[in-house]
């Protein structure tokens, strides 16, 4: 093979060399380059997956504290609501007394009902002159029509409007609808159809028959239940009775769908005693 010579007759010299020091460097010790590289790259990663792990564990500090935060917040905002509910509720049978006080006199004789003791005073002249064990609405719900009717006694001044011997009980219609479920029947309103439309059905019964109920026609015979009320009512405003009862071990208990319940002798003795238009607090 032929030598290249330069002008002055001396043979050409190559350099194989790439140019430049950082070059030269990299193809001269290429392994010792390539694991300083590799060991870069490894330190970047063990960086960005550290940095990662405590960015994660900032966050998972910063909500949990946040989270106790809240809950401690709302804890406390839940004592405060409640503090204040029986604040209030102390408050209003304090009002209440008031108002009582206000109202009555030594000559306007009135009732009294206690449902936690679940007791009526009759307190004439400032004395009280009677007292006796009553049966509460039992604060049982149920759900009629998306509509919820809770059973229970309503609080605040009411008034004797009538007064009844042997009263008659004429049962709502979720009576029939609450009977239906108790007893896994299927039920159909009639409520609305003539008053003989179930003619040959007991008269103050629920009328059933094959696994049905059928709610009875308003002013019908089977709508009509004696005995129930007990021997006497006293009306009060919106279908709230005192009236006796027959399950006499339900006085004294938290029973009844809202009325106030009473023994024979004790509602006997409310009908001879408290006229019409007394007045009524229930607290």
């Known amino acids: 093979m032929a030598i290249r010579r330069t002008r002055s007759g001396q043979p050409e010299r ?5 140019p430049g020091r950082l070059r030269r460097i990299s193809h001269d010790y290429r392994s010792a380059v390539w694991t300083l590289a590799a060991a870069v790259v490894l330190v970047a990663v063990l960086f960005v997956a550290t940095a990662a792990w405590a960015v ?11 989270a106790y935060t809240h809950d401690h917040q709302e804890l406390a905002f839940l004592a405060q609501r409640e503090t204040r509910g029986v604040a209030e509720l102390r408050d ?8 009582v006080d206000a109202r009555t006199s030594a000559r306007s004789p009135y009732l ?22 009553v049966a509460i609405g039992s604060g049982a719900t149920i759900v009629i029509g998306g509509q919820t009717k809770r059973f229970q006694t309503p609080r605040g001044h009411l008034r004797i409007i009538a007064k009844e011997k042997d009263p008659i009980w004429v049962p709502p219609n979720w009576y029939y609808v609450q009977y239906a479920r108790d007893h896994g029947l299927r039920l159909v309103d009639m409520s609305d159809a003539a008053p003989n439309a179930l003619a040959g059905y007991p008269a103050g019964q629920v ?29 009060m405003r919106d279908g709230y009775y005192f009236h006796g009862t027959d399950n006499p071990n339900s006085v004294g208990t938290a ?10 002798d004790d509602i006997l003795w409310m009908y001879a005693h408290v006229p019409v238009g007394t ?5």
């Open 92 to 99: 209003t049978v304090q009002a209440l007394a008031r108002r």
């Open 255 to 264: 029973a009844s769908h809202g009325c106030l319940r009473m023994h024979k």
């Open 56 to 66: 994660n564990a900032r966050f998972e500090r910063d909500v949990a504290e946040i």
């Open 112 to 133: 009294v009902v206690s449902l936690a003791e679940r007791e009526v005073y009759y307190i004439d002249g400032g004395d009280t002159v009677f007292t006796a064990p």
């Open 14 to 18: 190559r350099d194989h060399t790439p």
């Open 279 to 283: 007045d009524v607090y229930i607290y």
């Open 207 to 235: 009328p059933v028959s094959n696994g049905t109920v059928y709610i009875p026609p308003w002013g019908s015979p089977q709508r009509r239940y004696k005995g129930v009320l007990g021997v006497a009512k006293l009306a």
